[in-house]
């Protein structure tokens, strides 16, 4: 972890690493004993937010809010029952037609007059020795 992120887990979670996400706890705590003076001024400084933030009032809204937001808010879409198997069936479709059209270009592509046996086994007799090892 380097500094660039610990400061913005810090600025996200707080100034306590406990709070932060569980895969990133480890990496904080290598980073503030690595570097310790920065780690402290970053906690410290995100730690007096969270103070303040924690003495705040806490208001819980009314129902008249809720009502309102709930008014404006988009209507949920339910997927009709055919949708949840069509997006499948489609997949497993294209791929099969993947598959389809590798096979087809394949087949047309893999046979050659020049990889055939009888070609391969005439071209090799007809190398000159001699200008293999010249390569070499």
């Known amino acids: 972890m380097d500094r660039r992120r610990f400061e913005d887990l810090a600025g996200a979670y707080g100034g306590d690493i406990a709070r932060w996400p569980e895969a990133a706890r480890d990496d904080a705590a290598l980073l ?3 570097d310790p003076e920065f780690a402290a001024a970053v906690l410290a400084r995100e730690g007096g937010l ?10 819980a809204a009314s129902s008249a809010l809720f ?8 209507p949920l879409r339910r997927r009709a029952p055919w949708r949840r198997w069509i ?7 294209g791929l099969a ?3 389809a059209a590798g096979m087809v ?16 086994a005439s071209s090799v007799a007809d190398l000159d020795v001699s200008s293999i090892s010249e390569v070499g």
């Open 32 to 34: 503030a004993a690595a």
């Open 50 to 59: 969270d103070a303040i933030l924690h003495e705040a009032p806490r208001v």
């Open 67 to 74: 009502e309102a937001i709930m008014r404006t808010a988009p």
């Open 87 to 93: 997006a499948p069936a489609g997949l497993g479709a």
């Open 97 to 99: 037609a993947v598959t």
């Open 105 to 120: 270009i394949g087949a047309q592509f893999g046979w050659s007059p020049i990889l055939d046996k009888q070609s391969v």
